[in-house]
Nanobody, 123 residues
Framework: QVHLVESGGGLAQPGGSLRLSCAASGSIASASAMGWYRQAPGKQRELVATISSGGTTRYADSVKGRFTISRDNAKNTVTVTLQMDSLKPEDTAVYYC???????????????WGQGTQVTVSS
């Protein structure tokens, strides 16, 4: 069983920053790729960023250069952080941490996700 617990959402002004964290525990958490999805009202779900078990990162074009994903591995736990800078109102969404079933973030191959954390960017 894998548990994903997100934290760090909230309200930020345009141009501001927020940091999201996801604590993943359970079976082979440190050997799995991780990522963040976001879902905004009336919009399609968007894969924001991923990080492989070895630390290779990928970003959606909409956040490239502004968001940074990182991970801190332990034996059976991993903490994944999404540092969000230069926030824009269009970044407003519920952000979900996801765990992939393998070490690489293959398309659609995630098997666990967190409860979601709200990010609102507004002046």
């Amino acid at each position: 069983q894998v548990h994903l617990v997100e934290s760090g959402g909230g309200l930020a002004q345009p141009g501001g920053s927020l940091r999201l964290s996801c604590a993943a525990s359970g079976s082979i958490a440190s050997a799995s790729a991780m990522g963040w999805y976001r879902q905004a009202p009336g919009k399609q779900r968007e894969l924001v960023a991923t990080i492989s078990s070895g630390g290779t990162t990928r970003y959606a074009d909409s956040v490239k250069g502004r968001f940074t994903i990182s991970r801190d591995n332990a034996k059976n736990t991993v903490t994944v952080t999404l540092q969000m800078d230069s926030l824009k109102p269009e970044d407003t969404a519920v952000y979900y941490c996801i765990r992939y079933s393998g070490p690489y973030p293959l398309f659609g191959d995630y098997d666990y996700w967190g409860q979601g954390t709200q990010v609102t960017v507004s002046s």
